[in-house]
């Protein structure tokens, strides 16, 4: 079955606290992406990558870190978590150059105490 | 800068009648749009898109109506049945800036019995 897994589905951790966040697919995407969801703000984009060892910022990049060093695996870090990363995030990946069609994961909710 | 709108937080429809979700853009560079589709606890999926070349686009229940000159596309669901219920993201694709997947803030959608 074509999916994207991530985990941990709910994380709760301290001010802090390094935590890193993983995201697998199984469809040979070279596009993968993380999201954070906000209330009133929708899905912003934290981080992108088109290919292994290529990323780039998004939208929101600050606090967060990620590496892309096998083509389906695309992990989000927070270096030293706050409060304002509590937030749901999702995992995306597509084949790059399609229409635009993203497959998401379930979305993990982060809460930083 | 907000460059995809959705300027209605929420939507409730009766069972059976025409929902018509809306959605507003800025940039005349976007190439695609698209329609994602959020339950709670799950990741948005997928749900149709449309080329910045046409005007229509229908599959199903589902029809995307696109107004280049007024900037503006709209997802029409006929008839609305209770499983619509959900969150719906407009999105665009920007393909000059390495196919970026820009979303609205999302519309939540209630279909009333």
């Known amino acids: 079955e074509a999916q994207v897994t991530q985990n941990p589905r709910y994380l709760i951790t301290v001010t802090g606290k390094k935590l890193t966040v993983t995201c697998s697919q199984n469809?040979?995407?070279?596009?993968m992406s993380w999201y954070r969801q906000d209330p009133g703000l929708g899905l912003r984009q934290i981080y992108y990558?088109?290919?292994?060892?290529?990323?780039d910022k998004g939208d929101v990049p600050e606090g967060y870190k990620v590496s892309r060093k096998e083509k389906r695996n695309f992990p989000l870090s927070l270096e030293s978590p706050s409060p304002n990363q509590t937030s749901l995030y999702f995992c995306?990946?597509?084949?790059?150059?399609?229409?635009?069609?993203?497959?998401f994961g379930e979305g993990s909710r982060l809460t930083v105490l | 800068d907000q460059q995809v709108k959705q300027n209605s937080p929420s939507l409730s429809v009766q069972e059976g009648r025409i929902s018509i979700l809306n959605c507003d853009y800025t940039?005349?560079?976007?190439?695609?749009f698209l329609w994602y589709k959020k339950y709670p606890a799950e990741g948005p999926t997928f749900l149709i898109s449309?080329?910045?070349?046409?005007d229509k686009n229908e599959d199903g229940r589902f029809t995307v109506f696109l107004n280049k000159s007024a900037k503006h596309l709209s997802l029409h669901i006929v008839p609305s049945q209770p499983g619509d219920s959900a969150v719906y993201f407009c999105?665009?694709?920007?393909?000059?800036?390495?196919?970026?997947?820009?979303f609205g803030k999302g519309t939540r959608l209630h279909i009333l019995p």
């Open positions: 995306a990946s597509r084949r790059y150059g399609n229409t635009g069609e993203l497959f």
């Open positions: 469809m040979n995407h070279e596009y």
């Open positions: 990558s088109m290919n292994v060892e290529v990323t």
């Open positions: 940039n005349s560079m976007f190439d695609y």
């Open positions: 449309i080329s910045s070349i046409k």
């Open positions: 999105a665009a694709r920007w393909r000059d800036r390495d196919d970026k997947i820009i």
